[in-house]
Nanobody, 116 residues
Framework: QVQLVESGGGLVQAGGSLRLSCVASGSIFSINAMGWYRQAPGKQRELVAD???????NYADSVKGRFTISRDNAKNTVYLQMNSLKPEDTAVYYC??????????WGQGTQVTVSS
């Protein structure tokens, strides 16, 4: 089994910053891609950013230049640094981890609320 634990969400004013973390634990040989998704009320879940095992990154256009994804392979952890937050960034943020030989797993989600 693989478990994902997210942390770092909260309430912040527009223009502020938050840093999300997601730690994977359990039966893990190695991890391929890691990513962050978000889902706002009444909307579909969407990709925010992802990062390959080699460190290549991909971002949604809406967050380019404001968010930075990174990972610590030794700690099986992925981070999302979110700067210049906007009210439209308000959503539940989920991490997604592709574990070799195990498949893809989702975190429980962490709420990010940006007030105007």
């Amino acid at each position: 089994q693989v478990q994902l634990v997210e942390s770092g969400g909260g309430l912040v004013q527009a223009g502020g910053s938050l840093r999300l973390s997601c730690v994977a634990s359990g039966s893990i040989f190695s991890i391929n891609a890691m990513g962050w998704y978000r889902q706002a009320p009444g909307k579909q879940r969407e990709l925010v950013a992802d990062i390959t095992s080699g460190g290549s990154t991909n971002y949604a256009d809406s967050v380019k230049g404001r968010f930075t994804i990174s990972r610590d392979n030794a700690k099986n952890t992925v981070y999302l640094q979110m700067n210049s937050l906007k009210p439209e960034d308000t959503a539940v943020y989920y991490c997604n981890v592709d574990v070799s030989r195990r498949g893809k797993y989702w975190g429980q989600g962490t709420q990010v609320t940006v007030s105007s």
